[in-house]
């Protein structure tokens, strides 16, 4: 149980375009989806912090204009990256948690496979 | 956020057992201790969590020191699918999740 995924799970565009990206919870209601990117040979970093039905807390740092995200339910979460360039090429990883867990304190969060994004 | 300090690399042998240690000096009353691993192109997996006792799951067990200072993840017999980066992180109730550098573990055949 407890499964997150990805859509697509690679992507090559050009610079200047969008690219979105879908991040479903298959077997679970999730309030509260998590969004990170990943350069290579480096941990994962927090972009925003999705919330059913409300707007996004973004991290220090981040654009919300360029990095979109929409949780307009309650098993999908979707970012969506504007005017994509090179730099923004990157490892896209998103996890969900469980509903019913509330605010327990162990907290598990359950990640997606990634996605691998490449900017022309 | 308080902060892990992880060794950047280990190396174990097939079948044998791995002790990961982690470092949590700042560690306050409410943190839970969590790790979480990554395989190579994939996202992360939740591995075991605890807070003052020692855990045992079928993956791992976590042996969490008296003074809750330092914890260590125990892998009882290492395969090479358990090659991955390993991340050890502090979690106050439904906060977000902050990845450090992790340990990154090669199990040698």
């Known amino acids: 149980g407890a499964v997150v995924s990805q859509h697509p799970s690679r992507v090559i565009c050009k610079s200047g375009t969008s690219v979105k990206i879908e991040c479903r919870s298959l077997d679970f209601q999730a309030t509260t989806m998590f969004w990170y990117r990943q350069f290579p040979k480096q941990s994962l970093m927090l972009m925003a912090t999705s919330n059913e039905g409300s707007k996004a807390t973004y991290e220090q740092g981040v654009e919300k204009d360029k990095f979109l995200i929409n949780h307009a339910s309650l098993t999908l979460s979707t970012l969506t990256v504007t005017s994509a360039h090179p730099e923004d090429s990157s490892f896209y990883i998103c996890s969900a948690r469980d509903r019913l867990a509330g605010g327990r304190s162990y907290n598990e969060q359950f990640f997606g496979p990634g996605t691998r994004l490449t900017v022309l | 956020d308080a902060k892990t300090t992880q060794p950047n690399s280990m190396e174990s042998n097939e079948e044998e057992p791995v002790h990961l240690p982690c470092n949590h000096s700042?560690?306050?009353?409410?943190?839970?201790i969590h790790w979480y691993r990554q395989l190579p192109s994939q996202g992360p997996e939740y591995v075991i969590h605890?807070?003052?006792s020692n855990v045992n799951n079928r993956m791992a067990s976590l042996a969490i020191a008296e003074d809750r200072k330092s914890s260590t993840l125990i892998l009882h017999r290492a395969t090479l699918r358990d090659a991955a980066v390993y991340y050890c992180?502090?979690?106050?109730?439904?906060?977000?999740?902050?990845f450090g550098q992790g340990t990154r573990l090669t199990i040698n055949p």
């Open positions: 700042t560690i306050s009353g409410t943190d839970y």
């Open positions: 605890g807070l003052t």
């Open positions: 992180i502090l979690v106050q109730g439904a906060q977000k999740l902050v």
